[in-house]
């Protein structure tokens, strides 16, 4: 199974999970976490071309992918573009932060149970967890 999450690009929130077989493609899963307020989307390059897949054409959104690893190792390491990857890297890694707490802090990196709606339930309990976490550091003292 695949587990995938929506989160805030300001926060780094959770703020949609879906889980999906292993033997999906990762584009399937997408329409399930835009929520439709969003105005940008940054994805890695196995997102590329949900742009014009029927149920995203008429979302009024940026969208920003990810060159794939190929095209940019051919890039001269100083020049524009890669400094624009580079940033689109970082606005990435804001999803990959509550990994690091679902899978390490709350010790979640191998699966325990047999059917996707109990390993789903569990993920949406430790989601709110780390939401918790996470948001520790925006309360006021």
């Not at 520790?136 to 003292?141: D, I």
């Amino acid at each position: 199974m695949k587990l995938y999450i929506g989160a805030d690009d300001a926060l780094a929130l959770i703020h949609s999970i879906e889980t999906i077989a292993a033997n999906a493609h990762d584009i399937t899963a997408a329409d399930k976490l835009l929520h439709g307020k969003e105005q940008r989307v940054w994805a890695d390059a196995s997102y590329r071309g949900i742009d014009k897949r029927p149920e995203h054409t008429n979302r009024k959104v940026d969208w920003f992918f990810a060159m794939r690893p190929s095209e940019r190792k051919q890039l001269p390491v100083d020049g524009p573009v890669a400094r624009n990857e580079k940033r689109k890297a970082g606005m990435r890694t804001k999803v990959e932060h509550p990994f690091r707490f679902i899978k390490l802090l709350f010790g979640y990196s191998k699966v325990r149970y047999r059917g996707l709606a109990k390993i789903t339930n569990r993920l949406h309990l430790l989601a709110a967890f780390t939401n918790l976490l996470i948001g520790r550091k925006y309360m006021a003292p």
